[in-house]
């Protein structure tokens, strides 16, 4: 075995690698012998076919597959001994590249190209000032959330009379023409039907007023303007339901209104746990504005990142080789054109030179990634889930069995391990530069997002 490397450039060099005999006859041997003993043909005894005539039949492909991964692994072996940073992968040189004759050679040389990753430094100090955003949970906002937490904690009560954002809960009975009950007919028992999602408004204003014992006749059909969502309703088949026509009485039993839960001690407890420490109205929103606020810095650090991108983008100049890439993005793209390669160069290009600057940064650093900081991100993606559906008060065994959940499935792991990763250089970037800490509103920074 002989490798030997040319540097064209800086970023460009062709590396020739020499398959010698003595390099692979012994298992070229070892595989023919193999075969022989399996080989059942006309006229042989199993495992007696002479060896010349298995020779003849598998030699050469039996060669060419072991020059093949000889040379395949003496490539890898050598690029990481040589601790060469390539681009892509090496690419057959066509130019250079002798003609192989698998029957009278018996040594093998074969000519690629390599691209090499520039060298260059991330300087990363107080000098280089980046804007950091933090954002602003405004009184509007908190509101809105009090009032979420105050719905979903809320509950139905029974009242005397019906308003338009009711439900009623009562019985329909199917009725002939002339209002008598429909012998054979529909009855339903403890429906319960909301005002407010009712279509016909003179349907509507019919209920308005009612109370239990009151009795309102009209067409369920014409109220709702939906024949399955009647079905639904009357719990009969969908076949039923398209056949169904006419009038229905319905007698209310009940008349509920939703209200919405008080902002109380109650409330406080079971929106953050009894232990929370939070006694009064001020403290309960104090506490909400802080928790919206504490959401948003994954939206600031986001920010940041991309600030921070077109920052160090932009101070550190570097050359790349083009034409390599090109190839290699067409060598391992079958489904990519040339002209579409050319159309997106740029944007591949600018993401290039971005990973190379976060590699640099990660060694530079030292950043290392630990299953504990895995199994933490985990857990805050967990917590933020549960939030999401308003459930603050989660317990860490629930976290724990969640984050094992996310991260026994290994795709949705490696979409951590890269966000960890993302973020140890996130935070390595904002404790090296200097902030231009500036307070936004929520509105401003979506606007900033859009530009």
Do not use: C
């Amino acid at each position: 075995m002989n490798i030997t490397r040319e540097n064209i450039d800086e970023l460009n060099a062709i590396i020739t690698v020499l398959v010698e005999k003595n390099d692979y006859e012994a298992t070229v041997n070892d595989v023919l012998k193999n075969y022989r003993k399996k080989a059942n043909m006309p006229g042989f005894r199993p495992g007696m076919v002479p060896a010349g005539l298995i020779k003849k039949m598998y030699g050469k492909a039996a060669l060419a597959e072991e020059v093949n991964k000889i040379l395949s692994k003496s490539l890898t072996d050598y690029i990481h001994a040589e601790k060469l940073n390539v681009l892509g992968e090496p690419l057959p040189n066509d130019e250079k590249q002798p003609v192989i004759d698998w029957e009278n050679q018996t040594d093998y040389s074969f000519v690629f190209d390599v691209a090499m990753a520039p060298e260059f430094g991330v300087k990363l100090d107080t000098e280089t000032t980046i804007p950091y955003y933090s954002i602003s949970a405004s009184d509007d906002m908190v509101e809105k959330q009090l009032d979420a937490y105050a719905g979903r904690l809320g509950e139905n009560k029974v009242v005397d009379a019906v308003e338009e954002k009711d439900t009623v809960r009562g019985n329909f009975v199917q009725l002939n023409e002339d209002g008598s009950e429909l012998e054979g007919g529909v009855k339903a028992e403890q429906v319960v039907i909301a005002i407010d999602l009712m279509k016909d408004e003179e349907v509507k204003a019919s209920f308005i007023g009612k109370k239990a014992g009151d009795v309102v006749v009209f067409d369920p059909v014409k109220a709702y303007e939906n024949k399955h969502e009647v079905g639904h309703m009357l719990n009969i088949s969908h076949e039923e339901a398209e056949n169904i026509s006419g009038n229905f009485s319905f007698t209310v039993v009940e008349v509920l209104r939703f209200e919405k839960a008080e902002l109380n001690q109650d409330l406080f407890g079971k929106i953050y746990g009894e232990d929370s420490g939070i006694t009064t109205e001020e403290e309960f929103k104090a506490k909400v504005k802080a928790e919206l606020e504490e959401n948003f810095v994954y939206s600031s650090n986001y920010k940041f990142a991309l600030d921070s991108r077109d920052s160090l983008l932009k101070a550190i100049q570097f050359d790349l080789p083009e034409a390599f890439l090109k190839r290699w993005i067409l060598a391992t793209n079958e489904k990519m054109t040339p002209e579409q390669i050319e159309a997106d160069f740029d944007n591949f290009m600018v993401d290039l030179k971005w990973q190379l600057i976060k590699d640099k940064i990660v060694k530079d650093n030292s950043l290392q990634i630990t299953e504990e900081d895995v199994r933490a991100l985990a857990k805050d993606m967990a917590l933020m889930q549960f939030r999401q559906y308003g459930l603050n008060n989660v317990g860490e065994e629930h976290l724990e069995n969640y984050a094992n959940h996310m991260l026994k499935n290994e795709e949705e792991r490696r979409k951590i391990v890269a966000r960890k990763q993302e973020d140890l250089i996130v935070a390595t970037i904002k404790d090296k530069v200097t902030l231009d800490m500036q307070t936004v509103s929520y509105d401003e920074f979506n606007k900033m997002l859009e530009n």
